[in-house]
């Protein structure tokens, strides 16, 4: 009798903001304690990696004649993927993976979880074990991106790469991903909360609010500028350019076949290099379908990302014409030949299944709070002993894999453990 008094006064909502800044609070107090001897450093003229590699001596450098310059090109071993949420970005990290775990390459790896301190501007600081001057191959995990501050990171012949999509598509995903994390959200009635924000976006928006950045210009926030202007503010076209200037690729999650090809391309790789299987899916069930009102709304509140989105769309398909349409036409009719042949090959029962469904742990993938939406798979059991290793590392959702490169993830996991066992009460 009296629990059930005490649930009347403490409703559904008040119990999960309470617990939200226990766990705030908590989690900001482990960040303060690991990170206590790390030093912000932003002095120019601190040691880099570019200008250690000035000096060291070229010896090992090999120069090659014209002619075979102009039919070979050298792997690029040195990668900077800006990981954007909600855009097929988990695939290409697993593709990074598996290139740079194949050719010994040094990644840089942030401390204690999967993302470099996010939603905070990254800082070389947050990599794990770093020292001014040191050198890494590949910087691919979330962050809040700084160019200046990953720069330091890599050789000045890295190549930058990242992906974007529609607006309109990452909005419906990252508001269902997170919804249950933004507590701006709480207080949405009806069964369909989606539309209800849409409907009045500024009812239930505020900029400062605890993860309000995943509501609103995720991808402009995700490359480190201001989420909460309009779309003819005269800084998005300033940050259009920034962004030109600082990447030398950027794919576009709708057409994710082309831009492997194009990737594979620019980094002088392999199609084996760049084999897949689609990480990360949602079940068809829970993807809201917008009318056409309700995708209007969303574009217009996500502005900034629209224009973002449609001058690197232009891009892109320059880029496709500049490779050629009937040369990239055959290329994807390759890649998908050669990743259906690795899905007969690895996957039982010919494709991804609900989460319940999956039989081995470690193909599990990270799930939202509060549901199983997220797809995995399940590897097939009579495998050929020569293909087992590289299916195991084509299924292997993100977590995992960094734990078999190596990464400490145990404020990820004890923030699962929560996620899991408080969260979906």
């Known amino acids: 009798m009296m629990s059930g008094i005490i649930r009347k006064k403490c409703p559904l909502v008040t119990r999960r903001l309470i617990l939200w800044v226990l766990l705030t609070n908590f989690i900001l107090v482990l960040y303060c304690w690991t990170n206590q001897t790390k030093v912000n450093i932003r002095d120019s003229k601190e040691d880099t990696c570019p200008l250690r590699m000035a000096k060291l001596s070229k010896r090992n450098v090999t120069s090659h004649g014209t002619k075979s310059r102009s039919k070979k090109c050298s792997p690029k071993v040195n990668i900077m993927f800006m990981k954007t949420h909600k855009t097929a970005s988990s695939t290409v990290l697993n593709i990074l993976f598996r290139f740079g775990e194949k050719h010994k390459l040094q990644f840089a790896f942030p401390d204690g979880r999967n993302d470099f301190f996010y939603p905070s501007p990254f800082l070389c600081s947050q990599v794990k074990d770093y020292t001014p001057g040191d050198c890494f191959n590949i910087v691919c995990n979330h962050m809040r991106f700084d160019h200046q501050e990953v720069a330091k990171l890599l050789p000045p012949d890295a190549v930058y790469i990242t992906i974007l999509r529609d607006p309109v598509d990452l909005f419906e995903s990252s508001f269902h991903y997170y919804h249950r994390a933004v507590p701006l959200t709480w ?189 995995g798979y399940n590897m097939k059991k009579n495998l050929d002993p020569n293909f087992r290793t590289i299916c195991e590392k084509m299924l292997t959702p993100e977590i995992q894999y960094l734990s078999d490169l190596g990464v400490s993830l145990w404020l990820t996991r004890l923030w699962g453990w929560f996620k899991d066992a408080v969260l979906t009460i």
């Open 187 to 375: 207080m949405i009635s009806g069964q369909n909360k989606l539309a209800e924000f849409l409907n009045s976006p500024q009812t239930y928006y505020s900029p400062d609010a605890f993860n309000s950045f995943y509501l609103r210009n995720l991808l402009s926030f995700d490359f480190g500028f201001d989420n909460n202007v309009e779309a003819d503010d005269p800084r998005v076209m300033r940050n259009i350019r920034n962004l030109l200037s600082q990447f030398d690729l950027v794919l576009l999650a709708e057409y994710f076949e082309e831009s492997l090809i194009l990737l594979k391309d620019k980094l002088c790789w392999t199609m084996e290099d760049i084999l897949y299987f689609k990480l990360n899916a949602r079940k068809r069930s829970s993807v809201s379908r917008l009318t056409p009102e309700l995708r209007a709304k969303a574009l217009r509140w996500n502005g900034a990302d629209w224009k973002l989105y449609l001058h690197f769309n232009a891009t892109f398909w320059a880029r496709v014409e500049d490779y050629g349409k009937e040369r990239m036409s055959q290329e994807v009719k390759e890649l998908r030949r050669r990743n259906a042949e690795m899905k007969a090959t690895c996957i039982e029962e010919g494709g991804a299944v609900e989460a319940q469904r999956i039989q081995d742990r470690r193909f599990v993938p990270w799930q939202p709070v509060g549901e199983a939406s997220i797809l």
